[in-house]
């Protein structure tokens, strides 16, 4: 048997792909390839070159493979330029969600992990989100990932057999090899790395929070431990067992952005100061989130300390 990976030509998803290989499982990949790479697949692993937009193809994938159940991690996932460009969100995150699980059910595969997003909080009115705090998304993004929480449970009203969860996360860093590796124009690490390369100064926006070092505190965890919990998650399914319907993979206390390149300073060693702009608005002070469910169900946990995942993301940056 096997397992679908949506979106496994991508930074998280193939670090998802080479974990499912790790523990002994066959992956699959689903990708159009529009931000993924066909090179972050590894030899021997199946590639489907296509959306999940077509229904038919995600089927005859499931059907072909044997697969028992999905990864789905396959969508747009830039909340800023979701603002500018709703329709087209919508249109990757819910109707092609509502396609791959319409395949699923003509399929006869019952078992689904979605790759979810901590966005589906919003700006909550707490220090450490849990699985219990109010969503609240504010961007198209985010309310696309909640709706694709939702269709997930509705699936479950229907079929028996249905075993479902989100995991929710926020900023996900690093690389598992130098072969795989994080190339958002849009995310924190390639941006600095960028910019240094380019002899630019990195920009940090706002220094007066109400922080410890008045920079914002997010949480920042590896991908490859991202992964491994992934994984997890598909092994408990397999072998009969209900989850929750959302995990948080989170630090539980989170890095600072002036923590952030502090450590990008000393890895990297080039010496800079980034430059402070003014803040960005919706800006919250703290966010990041309790992670103990996860750590309990899905053999989460912080393997990597802020040095070493920013000297993972250079190495593989610096490779390519």
């Given at each position: ?26 992956p699959v990949v689903v990708d159009d ?27 005859r994938t499931l059907v072909d493979h ?92 229907i079929d028996p057999q249905w075993r ?157």
């Amino acid at each position: 048997m096997s397992w679908l990976v949506t979106g496994g030509a991508g930074y998280i998803g193939s670090h998802v792909v080479q974990a499912f290989l790790d523990a002994g499982i066959v992956p699959v990949v689903v990708d159009d390839l529009s931000s993924g790479h066909a090179e972050f697949v590894p030899d021997g692993v199946a590639l489907v070159e296509g959306s999940i937009l077509d229904t038919d193809l995600v089927t005859r994938t499931l059907v072909d493979h044997g697969c028992e159940g999905v990864v789905h991690l396959a969508g747009f996932k830039y909340a800023g330029v979701s603002v500018s460009r709703p329709l087209h969100t919508y249109d990757q995150n819910v109707t092609g969600t509502v396609s791959l699980l319409r395949a699923m059910r003509t399929a006869g595969v019952h078992n689904y992990v979605f790759s979810s997003s901590a966005s589906v909080y919003g700006t909550p009115d707490v220090d450490q989100v849990t699985e219990d705090t109010p969503t609240a998304p504010e961007s198209p993004y985010g309310q696309t990932k909640l709706i694709g929480e939702w269709l997930a449970a509705d699936v479950a009203k229907i079929d028996p057999q249905w075993r479902w969860t989100n995991l929710r996360y926020f900023n996900v860093v690093g690389s598992g090899s130098d072969a795989l590796y994080d190339t958002s124009p849009h995310n924190l690490f390639p941006i600095v790395f960028d910019a240094l390369l380019a002899g630019r100064t990195p920009k940090v926006f706002g220094d007066d929070y109400p922080t410890p070092d008045g920079t914002c505190v997010r949480d920042y965890v590896h991908v490859a431990d991202l992964a491994i919990s992934h994984v997890a998650a598909a092994k408990a399914m397999a072998a009969g067992q209900d989850l929750q319907g959302a995990y948080n993979l989170g630090s539980g206390d989170g890095s600072s952005v002036a923590q952030i390149m502090a450590a990008i300073a000393r890895v990297t060693g080039i010496d800079f100061a980034p430059q402070i702009a003014p803040r960005r608005p919706g800006d919250p002070a703290r966010i990041v989130a309790n992670g103990d469910a996860a750590a309990r169900d899905l053999d989460w946990k912080m393997r990597f300390t802020l040095d070493e995942m920013v000297a993972s993301a250079w190495s593989a940056r610096q490779a390519h």
